[in-house]
């Protein structure tokens, strides 16, 4: 086993960390700009209120104390749409991909998603290109429902988002 795989941890933060995740979050804003809904240049002006509120249903990968990916989850909270989770904001920092991270992540937000009794189906987003983020949530029982074109713009070019859920 990679001994950089043997040193990460699954954690939830306390909002008190919210400058670590707004740093990883910025990063995968940067870096893998398709990725995200969410622009970098939106993102790097949400408040600090924002982004503490944000860390409480997000899950983070962290190693040598250094956070290096992350997964979000939450809850409809309609009273029609309560019985539905979704996950989204996946990301894990390059040098640590291909070693399981994401899976790990992936593990732990269906484990807190579980413990609500209340949900039967989980939903995600993810765009075409991203063929490991595909494979993985594949590989955990999410199936393609819809396949939207044209749906992300990103510097003049514009991706395909597909819709996955996994009915529990």
């Known amino acids: 086993?990679?001994?950089?795989?043997?040193?990460?941890?699954?954690?939830?933060?306390?909002?008190?960390?919210?400058?670590?995740?707004?740093k990883l979050?910025?990063?995968?804003l940067q870096k893998d700009p398709i990725a995200f809904g969410s622009s970098f240049e939106e993102e790097k002006m949400l408040s600090e209120e924002e982004w503490k509120r944000r860390c409480k249903n997000t899950i983070f990968a962290v190693s040598q104390d250094k956070?290096?990916?992350m997964i979000i989850y939450n809850?409809?909270?309609?009273?029609k749409l309560q019985h539905i989770a979704n996950m989204?904001?996946?990301y894990?920092?390059?040098?640590?991909?291909?070693?399981?991270?994401?899976?790990?992540?992936?593990?732990a937000a269906l484990v807190e998603i579980l413990k609500n009794k209340k949900?039967?189906?989980i939903s995600l987003g993810v765009m075409k290109e991203q063929k490991a983020a595909i494979a993985l949530y594949k590989?955990?029982?999410?199936?393609?429902?819809?396949?939207?074109?044209?749906?992300?713009?990103?510097?003049?070019?514009?991706?395909?988002?597909?819709?996955?859920?996994?009915?529990?």
């Open 75 to 79: 809850f409809q909270q309609r009273k």
């Open 119 to 121: 949900i039967v189906k």
């Open 1 to 22: 086993m990679n001994s950089l795989m043997q040193e990460i941890k699954i954690v939830k933060l306390p909002a008190s960390k919210w400058k670590e995740y707004r």
């Open 92 to 107: 894990v920092s390059s040098a640590f991909r291909k070693q399981g991270v994401g899976r790990k992540l992936l593990e």
């Open 88 to 90: 989204y904001g996946a």
């Open 139 to 168: 590989k955990y029982g999410f199936k393609v429902v819809g396949d939207f074109k044209k749906d992300l713009k990103v510097k003049n070019k514009y991706y395909d988002h597909l819709v996955m859920e996994k009915l529990l």
């Open 25 to 28: 979050r910025l990063e995968g």
């Open 67 to 69: 956070v290096v990916g």
